[in-house]
């Protein structure tokens, strides 16, 4: 086939079920590129979690190095990406994506502590509904606590109970749906 039939549309050729587009193929290596950045983004800690080899892992401690050199950076990640391509990536993502789900996991714990103690600061009700939601806390603390962050409002001073209330409450919410 020459090339003139190739750019014309030989129908035959394109139809082989082993044919790929150029537009599937530039697809791909942005997806690969994206996981890529994706890696570099990561803690060192985190990175630590994703099965990689050694290459891998050599070239996302280079692009930690280039992290303040934008143009080297981008570059780099493009080379990542081109790493990436002869890899399983299969095993990564599925890392990434435990990681993802863990996160907002927490991320949504979070803001349900947030909501508690606001809830409580601001509605004189919230404290029977949050004893008979979570019976395992300290009653007497909590309403002391709630008093206190009132009182620093009022007066703008620092939160510091508000900040003790919630590192009271957040361990009872987080047990609780846990366990």
Aim: charged share 35%.
């Amino acid at each position: 086939m020459t090339e003139t039939e190739f750019k014309y549309g030989d129908s035959k050729w394109l139809d082989q079920p082993d044919h790929i587009s150029k537009s599937q193929i530039k697809r791909e290596m942005h997806a690969l590129q994206a996981l890529g950045e994706e890696l570099v983004a990561l803690s060192p800690a985190a990175r630590a979690k994703v099965p990689l080899d050694e290459e891998l892992v050599d070239a996302l401690e280079l692009a930690d190095k280039l992290a303040k050199k934008r143009e080297a950076l981008r570059r780099h990640i493009q080379f990542i990406g081109r790493l990436m391509r002869t890899r399983d990536v299969e095993q990564i993502e599925q890392a990434l994506a435990v990681m993802r789900n863990t996160k907002q996991a927490a991320d949504k714990q979070f803001h349900k502590v947030e909501k508690w103690r606001e809830k409580l600061l601001h509605n004189d009700d919230a404290l029977t509904e949050f004893v008979a939601a979570y019976p395992d806390i300290e009653i007497q603390q909590l309403r002391l606590l709630i008093r206190q962050a009132k009182k620093e409002q009022e007066k703008e001073q620092p939160p510091k109970a508000y900040r003790e209330l919630f590192q009271l409450i957040r361990p009872v919410i987080m047990d609780s749906e846990n366990g």
